[in-house]
């Protein structure tokens, strides 16, 4: 059964670039049948759509953050990334990563606390 | 691409029924068929209890029904128990291939 698990800095400073990785076990990232996507939860807000990567490293980003963002995939580790440029309060939040299927995500991880120091 | 809207808060009473409503537009929940809704407990990974709009995955009680008519997306929760209180999201394909979420509908069991 697959399984996804999300790591990285819990802290991160303001200015600075997030980094965090999703680790896949149980199923290849290179499956053509998925592709794997990340999505935050700010505190007391809701669910926001970050973006989506296949194998391939083809990718696809909210419009509101594509300009900070980007959403990578290693096939070697069977992991898959995300990178978050000059980060503010605003970006402190639980990240998921999910497995994508046309944008429906039926597999996540536990998500993991980022926090913004300033 | 602006999230999708659903009301800030449903309730009802055990063995009674409950529908969210999730709207957007043409962009999204009206032109594709790619709706799914989520459910979320404090301290546990999103559960996906709907996709495709009316499907059930595998393990998820056939309590929870879901439907779509024009840019609206419902959930209904039948039977309600206890345990069904939660946060719930919905979520849609867009034209431009992302994803979006719609604000979270909080269900109380009174």
């Known amino acids: 059964q697959m399984h996804l698990q999300e790591s990285g800095p819990g802290l991160v400073k303001a200015s600075e670039t997030l980094s965090l990785t999703c680790s896949v076990s149980?199923?290849?990232?290179?499956?053509?049948?998925?592709?794997w996507a990340w999505i935050r939860q700010p505190p007391g807000k809701g669910l926001e759509y970050i973006g989506s990567t296949y194998s391939t490293g083809f990718a696809y980003y909210n419009a509101s953050l594509k300009s900070r963002v980007s959403i990578s995939v290693d096939t070697s580790k069977n992991e898959f990334s995300l990178k978050l440029t000059s980060v503010t309060a605003a970006d402190a939040a639980v990240y998921y990563c999910a497995r994508d299927v046309m944008r429906t995500f039926n597999l996540w991880g536990q998500g993991t606390l980022v926090t913004v120091s300033s | 691409q602006s999230a999708l809207t659903q009301p800030a808060s449903v309730s009802g009473s055990p063995g009674q029924s409950i529908t969210i409503s999730c709207t957007g537009s043409s962009s999204d929940v009206g032109g594709y068929n790619y709706v799914a809704w989520y459910q979320l407990h404090p301290g546990t990974a999103p559960k996906l209890v709907i996709y495709d709009v009316s499907n059930r995955p595998s393990g998820v009680s056939s309590r929870f029904s879901g439907s779509k008519s024009g840019n609206t997306a419902s959930l209904t929760i039948s039977g309600l128990q206890a345990e069904d209180e939660g946060d719930y999201y919905c979520s849609s394909y867009t034209a431009s291939s992302t994803g979006v979420f719609g604000g979270g509908t909080k269900v109380t069991v009174l």
């Open positions: 149980g199923g290849s990232v290179s499956s053509s049948a998925y592709f």
